[in-house]
Nanobody, 125 residues
């Protein structure tokens, strides 16, 4: 499974960005995968942002992004999205998408089997 994240960039506080994560590979089409987004700010540990179950039936969010970020997926396109609104400078980080070979969404990094390369989001004040 290969994951390609995109959509990062520089945005002013209060603005919006939409990240995309395109999944590919024979294994991805064969099994069900829950998907997640994590982020890592400079000098900080990686943290959970959002997750979605294999059929988009359930989602989880970190408290810090709840109400501002929305995770979704388009199974026909094998793509997961993270819509980020009302961005704050503290949202600045490299954002990673990840895939877990399981049905239910999970917030735990150790549950994920595959990771993308990351896309940088910078929010200016």
């Amino acid at each position: 499974v290969q994951l390609q994240a995109s959509g990062g960039g520089l945005v002013q506080a209060g603005g919006s960005l939409r990240l995309s994560c395109a999944a590919s590979g024979r294994t991805f089409s064969r099994y069900a995968y829950a998907m997640g987004w994590f982020r890592q700010a400079p000098g900080k540990e990686r943290e959970f942002v959002a997750a979605i179950s294999w059929n988009a039936g359930s989602t989880y969010y970190a408290d810090s992004v709840k109400g501002r970020f929305t995770i979704s997926r388009d199974s026909a396109k094998n793509t997961v999205y993270l819509q980020m609104n009302s961005l704050k400078p503290e949202d600045t980080a490299v954002y990673y998408c990840a895939a877990a070979q399981r049905l239910s969404a999970t917030r735990y990094a150790h549950d994920y089997d595959y990771w993308g390369q990351g896309t940088l989001v910078t929010v200016s004040s």
